[in-house]
Antibody, heavy 125, light 107 residues
Framework: EVQLVESGGGLVQPGGSLRLSCAASGFTFRSFSMNWVRQAPGKGLEWVANIKEDGSEKYYVDSVRGRFTISRDNAKNSLFLQMNSLRAEDTAVYYC??????????????????WGQGTLVTVSS | DIQMTQSPSSLSASVGDRVTITCRASQRISGYLNWYQQKPGKAPKLLIYGASSLQRGVPSRFSGSGSGTDFTLTISSLQPEDFATYYCQHSYSLPQTFGGGTKVEIK
């Protein structure tokens, strides 16, 4: 079964740090670009970060650039999100999501086709 | 950044109704538009990719259309399990942004 399982969420004070993990199974992890997508309580979805198949390229939404770092370990089928200098507005459920390619353009032709169950990050004093 | 605007933000419908949700992009995005369904407390689920391609395993009552700036998700005959929130998302450029969502409720 194709599966993504996040862990590492919790309560952290403003300015603190947290490291999220996502364990992948059931597919060839190293062949897929991976993402983090978050959802604040009662709000919509926001893409946070992307990492290419081999980890050579990484992209971030402006609001987290310089504070969050996405990484992966293909040998261990794992995706990570290191979150530093956390703010109240970072409070959200964080999902890891696989980018499933559907055409010749690796960036545009595709969608988030597999999602984890999410892990809640709460930033509060 | 490209802004995605969904309408309506919510709607009430009955089982068997035909439901249409629209998504408008702030600039042309060709056909790089995906649709997701999310139920309370659950992760989103991919329904439609590339504006009109049905994801494997998704019932054929779901369909998508559009290109450029205007897109539509249609549920041909609403079923009880379809009551959920639906999001559009573009993949034309980074950051990939989502629409605000459309909540489909039971009338």
């Amino acid at each position: 079964e194709v599966q993504l399982v996040e862990s590492g969420g919790g309560l952290v004070q403003p300015g603190g740090s947290l490291r999220l993990s996502c364990a992948a199974s059931g597919f060839t992890f190293r062949s897929f670009s991976m993402n983090w997508v978050r959802q604040a309580p009662g709000k919509g979805l926001e893409w946070v970060a992307n990492i290419k198949e081999d980890g050579s390229e990484k992209y971030y939404v402006d609001s987290v650039r310089g504070r969050f770092t996405i990484s992966r370990d293909n040998a261990k089928n794992s995706l990570f999100l290191q979150m530093n200098s956390l703010r109240a507005e970072d409070t959200a459920v964080y999902y890891c999501a696989r980018w499933g390619r559907s055409g010749w353009d690796p960036v545009r032709d595709g969608a988030f086709d597999i999602w984890g169950q999410g892990t809640l990050v709460t930033v509060s004093s | 950044d490209i802004q995605m605007t969904q309408s309506p933000s919510s709607l009430s419908a009955s089982v068997g109704d035909r439901v249409t949700i629209t998504c408008r992009a702030s600039q042309r995005i060709s056909g790089y538009l995906n649709w997701y369904q999310q139920k309370p407390g659950k992760a989103p689920k991919l329904l439609i990719y590339g504006a009109s391609s049905l994801q494997r395993g998704v019932p054929s009552r779901f369909s998508g259309s559009g290109s450029g700036t205007d897109f539509t998700l249609t549920i041909s005959s609403l079923q009880p399990e379809d009551f959920a929130t639906y999001y559009c998302q573009h993949s034309y450029s980074l950051p990939q942004t989502f629409g605000g969502g459309t909540k489909v409720e039971i009338k």
